[in-house]
């Protein structure tokens, strides 16, 4: 069994940046691939990045694509997600995922249903 445990979520202004921080127990950290998910009042939750078990191949949602930066530490059991330029529609709660293996194809690696594990979340508030 896994937990995660994410942090470093509030309140920004618009083109401002935040890190958020996850910190698994419980597992092979490296064995998982990790991901950020995220989910608006209203909305269904989704895909915002992840990165394999080694950190060599990461995948983004487009909506984000050169503006966040996924990370993983294998020796803390961390992940992190480095979030620059933000804007008033990257509001969400944002949760951290893990799905044990490797390895994983970027199509697996955007569904949510596809992860094994989930963190509580955190809520990331832009305003404009």
């Known amino acids: 069994q896994v937990q995660l445990v994410e ?10 940046s935040l890190r958020l921080s996850c910190a698994a127990s419980g597992g092979t950290f490296s064995t998982y691939v990790m991901g950020w998910f995220r989910q608006a009042p209203g909305k269904e939750r989704e895909f915002v990045a992840a990165i394999t078990g080694s950190g060599s191949t990461t995948y ?3 909506s984000v694509k050169g503006r966040f930066a996924i990370s993983r530490d294998n020796a803390k059991n961390m992940v992190s997600l480095q979030m ?4 008033p529609e990257d509001t969400a709660v944002y ?5 044990w293996g490797v390895l994983i194809s970027a199509r697996t690696a955007s569904r949510a ?3 094994d594990y989930w963190g509580q979340g955190t809520q990331v508030t832009v305003s404009s």
Request: proline content about 0%; overall charge neutral.
């Open 7 to 16: 942090s470093g979520g509030g309140l920004v202004q618009a083109g401002g």
């Open 60 to 62: 983004y949602a487009d």
């Open 84 to 87: 620059n330029s933000l804007k």
């Open 95 to 99: 949760y951290c995922a893990a799905r």
């Open 113 to 115: 249903e596809n992860y």
